[in-house]
């Protein structure tokens, strides 16, 4: 099973700033996905992160509200630009190699004031 | 849009069987179900997945009605820890993306 660490765990940011959110597997993965889980909600998938082009968003999600890098096969860093106390949530990264289990990271708690 | 259709709670005793039920009455062939489960503020943990047939590892068993269209995932002894959102998940084995629902949350009670 793949190891997913993310940093930070959790980050209290002004409003209008944004942040970085890092993805770093213990092997290569050839898919990596970007969720976010609102307040008491279930996951909604944000994007695949593809190496070596640009990431596939899902309805809904643009790239420049969320830009997200993949440098290289074990990591991805998630961009939330310009932020607003709307996008309090916790963003998790995801592995799945083929045809196996998705594997999460810890997530990452985001506070916007 | 997820495919997938469960109830929003369920009470189980400790030590008691815990069965989860999950509606996916418009599954393809070539989909998966996929049980999930996320203890509190947490990362989604796998537990099991199948095509058509019933399965069992060390966490849980899946019932998969001969028809396809809905599932049971037992745990057969529930704990205290196995408080949690639990999640089915219809997937195509040839694709990647984990479309979630609203899920079950799950209390087990002493």
């Known amino acids: 099973s793949a190891v997913i660490s993310q940093k930070p765990s959790r980050d209290i940011c002004q409003r209008g700033t944004s942040l970085t959110i890092q993805c770093q597997v213990d092997?290569?993965?050839?898919?990596m996905f970007w969720y976010r889980q609102q307040p008491g909600q279930s996951l909604t998938l944000i994007a695949t992160a593809n190496q070596g082009s640009e990431a596939t968003y899902e309805s809904g999600f643009v790239i420049d509200k969320f830009p997200i890098s993949r440098p290289n096969l074990t990591f991805s860093t998630l961009t939330v630009s310009n932020m607003s106390p709307e996008d309090s949530s916790i963003y998790l990264c995801?592995?799945?190699?083929?045809?196996?289990?998705?594997?999460f990271g810890q997530g990452t708690r985001l506070t916007v004031v | 849009d997820a495919k997938t259709t469960q109830p929003t709670s369920m009470d189980c005793a400790e030590g008691r069987a815990a069965n989860l039920p999950c509606n996916h009455s418009t599954i393809s062939g070539n989909e998966y179900v996929y049980w999930y489960r996320q203890i509190h503020s947490q990362g989604p943990q796998y537990i099991i997945h199948?095509?058509?047939n019933n399965e069992t590892n060390e966490m849980a068993s899946l019932i998969i009605t001969e028809d396809r269209k809905s599932s049971t995932l037992i745990l057969p002894h529930a704990t205290l820890r196995d408080t949690a959102v639990y999640y089915c998940i219809v997937r195509a084995y040839n694709t990647d993306k984990l479309i979630f629902g609203t899920g079950t949350r799950l209390q087990v009670f002493p």
């Open positions: 995801s592995v799945v190699e083929v045809n196996t289990e998705a594997f």
């Open positions: 092997s290569q993965v050839t898919m």
């Open positions: 199948g095509l058509k």
